[in-house]
Structures are given as structure tokens and as C-alpha cells.
């Protein structure tokens, strides 16, 4: 006894989850048959401390077709066409093994995509480490970065968005999260289910080797030290064959596509155990499976290696005995190893049991019901405790968002804009800061492949023609986004996510699509801290509102614990995926090169929010970029918004947008680190546009792309409306966004937004080469592109 | 009668789909041949369209040059007609010898997806034939091993024959003398690394690939 109990400890079992399964059993379990329970039962597989909260979750909506649960959430978007989509994490390997860790990540999602008979058409990669100045941490980003463009680009699967947070929270245990979406013809849609008795499990593609054996227990299911257990660890990151898995995603939507497969599931966390125990069970039946068909990578391997193990590139396929021959065809025609391994089997007393042979002619060398390993693990409802933020009070100039008190309006704008201000702050310096090119990592991703990529990465959502291969081509589009802000949520995790969850339909709604659904990324700290356990409880009620308020369903998720180093949890950081459908890909927004004339004037609009000429409570610099990583204020009360202004934003701004008569240029979301970040970021863009118009048209020899210097004639700049306030500035107040709108059309776009009641303020006029702020500070417009050029690149190479 | 482009498909291609809609646009015809066919009587014209054929193992082009259909694809050429390579296709014809030099690591040894200017530097290849000489194009590049390299006498031979096609304005990647695109003595085998089938609508940003499309059907 104390033998086994020492087993099942080492294995991450409970006492108490020890006697659940000899309940389960009514036996003890022998060693084989514990080593299932303990990966089926880890947080990573059973979801056991967080299912109780994702309850609360709204995921009903008219468009949903398949919500949380299966391999991936799908949506109807019209024309017979369906959506898979899908987003998860692989922290804890890529904290080990970075490019690997990444590489697999991807890997394993585009699996979840294609087994319900998707074609993955685009990965996101939202991305969170150390600050660069640590050799590690530019070490962790290189490898993630080559790691997603090894794999991504190899497979054939185009990388199109993500984001890029240092922070660190991160230092010891970057946030690799990955998202995939895929297109399906609807009625071609195929579940993980292993359902008619006698039908065949069939293995297909990598061999079984012993990489990754106990991955979901041993990695995602535990923190890390900074002593050398984490090369100890090493043996548990699996590695990744893109070329194996680009053979598998044809093969397999070619047996879909010729309807040969009752059902499909891909291997991954704890391997062949989860994939035979999840599909028995969803069909209410059982599976005989025998390990000794298994295409081994390894000789000698043990039972419990063969049923734990997480290779990678791996599908099971449920398939009639009558298609059997077909399916093994089209294995061999894409060169991918099939195995017939298992026999879909009755219920015994309305019980599925999943039964392990090794050998058919020998006695079971596990038995137990399917249901229990991939259904009935214990959920646990932990402590929860509030945490104290550590405040760090800002300076009274800037305090109306903390103490709830409404100073003086006109003396504070007055006193705290531009460097005369008494708080000698330097607004060209802070805004120089928070500038980052993002174009060194996404240039390392075929972003392009299939030709869907309407507006590419670095440009807030991104926007895809809704078309794959084999799949009729629409004129629709869909935009697809991620978005994260760990620092609202570290101030208040409930309403940090409902401003997340904001600012990811908001930049939905801004490139004209309207929003269809949810999905999440949900990064915490170790659950066994009810301080972590409370601020996920916060987060999850926080995005339940924000859905319910805006109307969109959450269609998956995915929940990562244990994200910390040396007992410090990372910063609440709930990733918030959406997606949104555009119905006509003309109207989509791209900057013309008539617009890029030195002669053409422009306006620049705030759209939505409250007037930003005013101290309203709600530009509060609480949770900002410009609060905490520039100036180390911490604490106070986030930013609030509008819920019915907003609604009404939302529900306009698309079609607005699509208006092609409105003369808008562009248009940009306001969020992480504010309205001056958004304005510089546009200009950049636009005078970026115009640099490589000119390049097209002038003489060889004269352009240097690599340098970090501009070369253009006619820099585009802005005169802001006087008197904006720091807090106007550089408050991220979400559920705004900025447009450029040609001077001519300017009067017809304020009468629409008139018209729609969408509140909007003038910011400024283009003028030439300048940022004008308050007529005292100055930003060079020239000198801020060859800085953005330089910002993230300058480090990594 | 519209003109049919056979585009090879090796396991880890992934452009097919890409170049095939590039052809259908201006107005071809197109056939996928996968790699273990060697039958080439129906096609007027081959694209070795671009991706990771066999997982790029070994080094890109390495494997996919014993494949059943180069053998075929070398017989085609020899009957004088065209053959395209793009990217990987390229790298394939340069593992094959039927276009010379080599395709290394990009000099900053990072994969490379981004627009690239191209000067066309020759009209006088059925790839080509459509463009203005001289003209700057926009198409996109997208690749790891990108450096065009070869020896010297391999070089002469290119410039002497007016067998450089594209150039980079700006060198990208590290290519000997911003080599994009070649063509073998007949001019009939091309080969290069930029993508013009990604060039092909407002949409995309570029439609300069649309002419090297025209070309080839013509």
C-alpha cells in the first residue's frame, strides 16, 4: 500500500482522487490503469479546478453549431460554410524547449481544427515574455518565433496575427497561446465520436515513441523553479514533424471529404488514453484496443509508455469495417502509417469500458469504464481569497480615476499636458517607449499562403478572405483577432476582462465585420493559490458579462494554471480571441494610392467614448501601459465605459466603415497604451504606405529597405485639437477608435455618425511632418519611424 | 483553347492552390500532377509550385528531385516546353541541374515573408515574355533558403546570355549580384523565388504577378 501510494503521489494523484478511482473500479487499479487516471485526471486534461467556473459561461447563440467541449468550437456563416476555431496554450513547453514548445503548439491545434473536418486556414500567435534586455528572454522569443515559423510555414498554414506583451511577470514562464480557425463545408462537419458497435479505430500517421510521456501531468500541471529541474523536464516536450502533419491534414480531409470517417480525433495530452476513453465516451460506448498494433518509434516499450505517450502527428479514425481498405489507401497514397488498433464494443450494463489488450488472445491488461477516465474526474470549487494589490498612488495631477473625485476640469487639462507641466513629463519620450515594430516577428511567418490575407499582421485584426482550397470562394471576408491586457487584469480581474473582451470586438467591429464569436485563452497562476483561484473566478464572471452585454457567445476555451516562476504568479492574463463576419471583401478599408497625394488634407475623429477635452473619471491611467511600465504607478480604479454608448458603437461602426462614400482613410482601435499611441501608429502606417509607393517609382539604386532611415518626401503629420490631458493622452480606455477620413468627405462622415448617435470628438488636421501637441510638445514624425524601425529588431538582431 | 498549366504537387507542396488561381484568373486552364505520376501528355506548360516538398529534409528540393515526375518534367523540357519553378520549385530544379547554382540560407538566417521590388531584367522567357523590360514589379517573397549563389563562371554565363530575369532592388536575402530569377540556356526552365501568384489583386496589394501568368498561357 504505502508502495502504491507513493506511485500514485509521483504520478500527481490525490489521496482522495485515489480512492475516487478505486470507487470507479470497485478495485484497486494495477499500475497501468492508474498511469491512464493520472493523466486523464491532471488539471491539463480534466480541466477539474476551472470546470465548475467555465460553467457560468454563455455559449448558446443561433450561429453555433458546436460548442465547448468538442475538439473545437464551430460557427454557420452562411452559404453551406462553417467555421472551426479554436485557441489553446503551450507555455510550459516552450518555457523548456522554446522552439519545440512553440512548434507543437501550432501542431496540435491545426489538429483540432482538421479533425472536424476543417481546413485550417490561419493561425494566431499572442505571445508573452520577459523584457528584451535579458539575454533569456530574447532567447525564449527567437525560439518561439522560429519554433511557430518552422512548423506554421512547413505545414502550410498561414500565420496572420497575434500580439506581443514583455513583461516580467514572464521572465521564467513565457505565454506561448495559439489560436487556429478552419473552413468546412457545413454538412461535411465530422465529431470525435466513436460511435457504431464494431467499427474500427485506426491509428494514423507518426510513430509512438517516448517523447512527451506524462507531458500534461509532469509540465502543465506543476510550476517551475529556477533550479535545474527545468532540463529535467526536458525528456517531457514532444518534437514536431510540420512534414508528417501536412501529410495528415491532406490524408484526412480526404477520407472526410470522401465520408469515410464516422469520427475523428487527434492525439495530444495524454495520448492514446484520452483520444480512445474521450471518443467512447461521447458515443455512450466502449473500445477494445490492442497496443501490440501500435507502430512503435521504440522497441521495448512499456504498456503505460504506449498509452501515455504525447508524439505528436498523430489522428484516430473511426471508421466502418467496410471502408476500412479505402481509408488505408488513402493513408498510403500521402505515405502515413495506419494501424488498425482498436473495435468500437457494446456497453455492458449501459457501461462503455474502454479495455486494453495487449494482444486480443490475451487476458485485458486495463479495464475500465471510458466515461470515468474522460468525464468523471473530481471538480474541485478551490479557495478563493482577494488579493492585495501592492498600490502605488499617482500623482494628484492625475488621480481623478482613483479617488472617484472629480477635480478641477480646466486647470488640470492646463497643468498636466506637455513637458511644462509641474510632473515634468516627457510626452515624446513616453510615446517613443511604447512604439514597437512587430514586423521581425511576423516576416518570420508565411502570412500570405492561399491568398485570403486582406489586411496582414501588424494592423490590428486581422482580415481573410473567407475561401480554402476545395471549398468554393465567397466574397465575404472574416476578421479574427487576439487580444490580451494583463495589467488591467492585475488591477481588477473581473472588469479587466470585460475590457479585454471590449477591445477584441472592437476591433472586430472597426475593420467592418460584425462580431460572431468568443473564444479564450484563460493564463493563471498555480490554482492551489486562492488569491490565482480568485482572480480566475473574477475573470471568467468578467467575460460572462461582456458576452452577455454585447451579445456574442463563448464557442471554446482553454485553461493554463501553474503559469509562475519560483512561486510568483504571472499577472491574470486572459487571452480573448473573436471573430467576426464581413459580408462583401470590396468594401474593405485599404489605403489608395490617390489618397497618398502630398496635396490631400485630412481630419482626424475620436469615435465613441467620453468628450476627451474633459477629465472624465473615465480616462483613468489605472492598469496602462504609461501607469505601470513607464512610470510604475500601480493599482486604482480601471478606465469605465459606456455599456449602452458602446453597444450602440459596435452595432454601427461596421457598417459605417463599409460606407464607401465617407472618405474614411483608416481606422484604428484605442487600447493598449492609448490615443497617442493609435494616432502615431496610423501615421507611421500611412507615411510606411506612401515610402514604398515612391520607392516603386523611383530610380535603382537609390533605396536602402534595410536601413532604419526614412526616405520620403511629404510626411504626413497631425495638429491636435489643445487642450488634451496626459490622461486623455495615454489612458486606454477601450471601445474607441480613431479615424483618418479624407477633408473633403469629413462633413458626410460626421452627419452619419449624427445620424447613427455615435459620439465622436475632432482630434486634429494633418499637417506636415509633425505630432503638435497642446502647441508645446512636438514629435518628429520622421524620428519616430526610424525609431519604430529600430524598436524590436534593434534587439533581436 | 485555353492553355493547361500542369502544377506539380510533391507531399509538402502548398502553393498549389495559390498558382492554380493564379492561372484560372487570367484565364488558363490547370491540372494538379502529383509527384508519383510520370504522364505529362495533356499539359502545355509545368509550374513546380512552391512550399516544403518532403519536408524540405536533407535540404530543400534535395528529395523531391528523385520523385517519378522529374524524370518526366526533364523529358518535357527537353520538347522545348516551359518550365516554371517558384520557390521550392526553383530550389527543386537547382537540386535536379536543370537550372544552375544554388539556393542558400538567407544571409540573415531568418525565413523571409515580406514584399519585395523587382526589376525585370529579361522579356525573353515564356514567364517573362509580358512584362516590360526594365519595369519594377511588386511581388512577395517567402522563403529560408532564398541566397542565390553559383560560381563564376556559372555567373558570366548568366549575364552574357541575358539569362538573369528578375533582380531584387533591394537584396533581401544575400543573393549573388540580387539574382531572383533565371532561365537555363533555351530559355524554356525558369526558375525564381518571389511569388507572383501571390501578386495577383488590389486586394493583395500587387497585381504584378498577373503578366507572369499571361505569359505562360499565351
Not at chain 1, 217 to 225: G, I, N, R
Not at chain 1, 316 to 330: S, Y
Not at chain 1, 491 to 505: D, F, I, Q, R, W
Request: proline letters at 5%; hydrophobic letters at 35%; charged letters at 20%.
Amino acid at each position: 500500500m504505502t508502495n502504491k501510494a507513493e506511485i500514485y503521489t509521483s504520478l500527481g494523484l490525490t489521496d482522495d482522487e485515489y480512492k475516487l478511482i478505486i470507487g470507479n473500479l470497485n478495485r484497486e487499479p494495477n499500475d497501468l490503469e492508474l498511469a491512464m487516471f493520472s493523466v486523464m485526471w491532471s488539471e491539463h486534461c480534466s480541466y477539474k479546478s476551472s470546470r465548475i467556473h467555465l460553467k457560468r459561461l454563455p455559449t448558446q447563440g443561433e450561429n453555433v453549431l458546436v460548442g465547448p467541449g468538442e475538439n473545437a468550437g464551430v460557427i454557420d456563416v452562411g452559404d453551406n460554410l462553417a467555421i472551426a476555431l479554436r485557441i489553446e496554450s503551450h507555455n510550459h513547453p516552450s518555457a523548456i524547449e522554446p522552439t519545440q514548445g512553440a512548434a507543437t503548439g501550432a501542431g496540435g491545434i491545426l489538429r483540432d481544427i482538421f479533425t472536424m473536418g476543417a481546413r485550417p486556414i490561419a493561425l494566431m500567435d499572442p505571445l508573452y515574455v520577459g523584457p528584451l534586455n535579458h539575454p533569456r528572454h530574447r532567447w525564449h522569443l527567437e525560439g518561439i518565433v522560429r519554433g511557430i515559423s518552422n512548423y506554421g510555414n512547413s505545414v502550410g498554414v498561414p500565420t496572420v496575427g497575434g500580439e506581443i506583451h514583455f513583461d516580467s511577470c514572464y521572465s521564467g514562464n513565457p505565454l506561448v497561446n495559439v489560436a487556429c480557425v478552419g473552413v468546412l463545408e457545413k454538412d461535411k462537419l465530422v465529431l470525435g465520436q466513436a460511435s457504431g458497435i464494431g467499427n474500427r479505430a485506426i491509428l494514423l500517421g507518426s510513430t509512438t515513441g517516448r517523447d512527451g510521456i506524462g507531458g500534461v501531468s509532469v509540465l502543465a500541471s506543476a510550476s517551475f523553479d529556477t533550479d535545474s529541474s527545468d532540463t529535467e523536464k526536458l525528456p517531457s516536450v514532444q518534437v514536431g514533424d510540420p512534414y508528417e502533419e501536412k501529410r495528415l491534414i491532406e490524408a484526412c480531409l480526404e477520407l472526410i471529404e470522401k465520408g469515410l470517417a464516422v469520427g475523428i480525433q487527434d492525439l495530444g495530452g495524454a495520448g492514446l488514453t484520452c483520444a480512445t476513453s474521450e471518443t467512447a465516451a461521447r458515443a455512450d460506448l466502449g473500445m477494445d484496443v490492442d497496443i501490440s498494433k501500435v507502430h512503435l518509434r521504440e522497441t521495448d516499450m512499456t504498456p503505460i509508455e504506449i498509452m501515455t505517450s504525447e508524439s505528436q502527428e498523430r489522428m484516430l479514425a473511426i471508421v466502418t469495417e467496410d471502408n476500412m481498405d479505402e481509408v488505408l489507401k488513402i493513408a498510403k497514397k500521402w505515405e502515413i502509417t495506419a494501424s488498425v488498433i482498436g473495435i468500437v464494443t457494446a456497453p455492458i450494463d449501459s457501461v462503455g469500458y474502454l479495455r486494453i489488450f495487449n494482444g486480443y488472445e490475451n487476458e485485458p491488461i486495463a479495464v475500465t469504464p471510458a466515461k470515468s477516465l474522460a468525464d468523471e474526474a473530481p471538480l474541485y470549487d478551490r479557495p478563493k481569497s482577494e488579493p492585495k494589490v501592492q498600490e502605488v498612488m499617482f500623482p494628484s495631477e492625475l488621480n481623478f480615476g482613483i479617488s472617484n473625485e472629480q477635480n478641477n476640469v480646466s486647470d488640470q487639462a492646463e497643468k498636466s499636458t506637455g513637458k511644462n507641466s509641474n510632473l515634468n513629463i516627457d510626452i515624446k519620450s513616453d510615446l517613443f517607449n511604447m512604439l514597437l515594430k512587430p514586423e521581425w516577428i511576423f516576416k518570420q511567418y508565411d502570412h500570405q499562403l492561399f491568398l485570403n490575407t486582406i489586411v496582414s499582421p501588424g494592423n490590428g485584426a486581422a482580415v481573410l478572405r473567407l475561401a480554402a482550397p476545395g471549398i468554393k470562394k465567397t466574397d465575404k471576408a472574416i476578421s479574427l483577432t487576439t487580444d490580451g491586457n494583463p495589467k488591467w487584469c492585475a488591477v481588477n480581474p473581473y472588469y479587466g476582462t470585460y475590457l479585454t473582451t471590449v477591445e477584441a470586438l472592437t476591433n472586430i467591429a472597426i475593420t467592418g465585420s460584425v462580431p460572431q464569436a468568443i473564444i479564450n485563452c484563460l493564463n493563471f497562476g498555480s490554482p492551489e493559490n486562492p488569491e490565482v483561484m480568485w482572480q480566475f473566478s473574477q475573470s471568467i464572471d468578467g467575460l460572462k458579462a461582456a458576452c452577455e452585454d454585447f451579445m456574442v457567445p463563448v464557442v471554446g476555451g482553454n485553461v493554463s494554471f501553474y503559469n509562475s516562476t519560483d512561486n510568483i504568479d504571472i499577472d491574470p492574463t486572459p487571452v480573448i480571441g473573436a471573430i467576426g463576419l464581413h459580408p462583401n471583401i470590396s468594401k474593405i478599408i485599404k489605403i489608395s494610392d490617390e489618397l497618398l497625394d502630398d496635396n490631400k488634407e485630412f481630419e482626424f475623429y475620436v469615435v465613441n467614448g467620453p468628450d476627451i477635452l474633459l477629465q472624465d473619471k473615465a480616462f483613468s491611467l489605472s492598469g496602462s501601459i504609461w501607469a505601470t511600465q513607464l512610470h510604475g504607478y500601480n493599482g486604482g480604479i480601471l478606465p469605465t465605459i459606456d455599456t449602452e454608448q458602446t453597444k450602440n458603437f459596435l452595432k454601427n461602426i461596421a457598417e459605417i466603415v463599409r460606407n464607401p462614400d465617407l472618405g474614411i482613410v483608416q481606422i484604428e482601435d484605442i487600447g493598449q497604451g492609448g490615443l497617442l499611441l493609435a494616432l502615431a501608429e496610423m501615421l507611421i502606417r500611412f507615411n510606411e504606405l506612401k515610402s514604398s509607393k515612391q520607392q516603386l517609382l523611383s530610380d535603382p539604386q537609390k533605396i536602402d529597405e534595410s536601413s532604419t532611415k526614412l526616405k520620403l518626401d511629404g510626411i504626413l503629420g497631425v495638429r491636435l485639437i489643445e487642450t488634451l490631458s496626459i490622461n486623455s493622452l495615454f489612458s486606454e480606455l477601450p471601445g474607441r477608435a480613431i479615424v483618418q477620413v479624407t477633408k473633403e468627405n469629413s462633413q458626410s462622415f460626421e452627419d452619419t455618425l449624427k445620424l447613427n448617435s455615435v459620439r465622436y470628438y475632432p482630434l486634429g488636421s494633418s499637417k506636415p511632418d509633425k505630432i503638435i501637441i497642446n502647441n508645446e510638445a512636438n514629435v518628429d514624425v520622421k524620428e519616430m519611424i526610424e525609431h519604430f524601425r529600430n524598436s524590436l529588431s534593434g534587439y533581436m538582431s | 483553347m485555353p492553355k493547361t498549366v500542369g502544377i506539380v504537387v510533391f507531399p509538402g507542396t502548398n502553393c498549389e492552390f495559390d498558382v492554380a488561381e493564379a492561372v484560372e484568373k487570367v484565364g488558363g486552364k490547370y491540372k494538379f500532377i502529383f509527384h508519383s505520376q510520370t504522364d505529362l501528355t495533356d499539359v502545355d506548360s509545368i509550374v513546380i509550385a512552391g512550399g516544403f516538398a518532403h519536408g524540405d529534409y536533407l535540404r530543400p528540393g534535395a528529395i523531391a528531385r528523385f520523385s517519378p515526375i522529374m524524370e518526366a518534367v526533364e523529358e518535357f523540357a527537353q520538347s522545348q516546353k516551359t518550365v516554371v519553378g517558384i520557390c521550392n520549385g526553383f530550389q527543386v530544379l537547382t537540386e535536379a541541374g536543370l537550372l544552375p547554382g544554388a539556393l542558400q540560407k538567407n544571409a540573415g538566417l531568418t525565413f523571409l515573408c515580406q514584399s519585395a521590388v523587382l526589376n525585370v531584367t529579361s522579356t525573353n522567357t515564356p514567364f517573362t515574355s509580358k512584362l516590360k523590360l526594365n519595369s519594377k514589379v511588386k511581388l512577395y517573397i517567402n522563403h529560408f533558403s532564398g541566397n542565390y549563389t553559383c560560381n563564376d563562371q556559372t555567373l558570366n554565363e548568366l549575364k552574357k546570355n541575358d539569362r538573369i530575369i528578375l533582380t531584387y532592388e533591394n537584396n533581401p536575402n544575400g543573393s549573388t549580384e540580387n539574382i531572383a530569377g533565371i532561365c537555363n540556356e533555351n530559355r524554356n526552365i525558369i526558375g525564381l523565388m518571389p511569388h507572383p501568384e501571390r501578386a495577383i489583386s488590389d486586394f493583395l496589394d500587387s497585381r504584378d504577378g498577373l503578366n507572369f501568368f499571361n505569359s505562360l498561357i499565351q
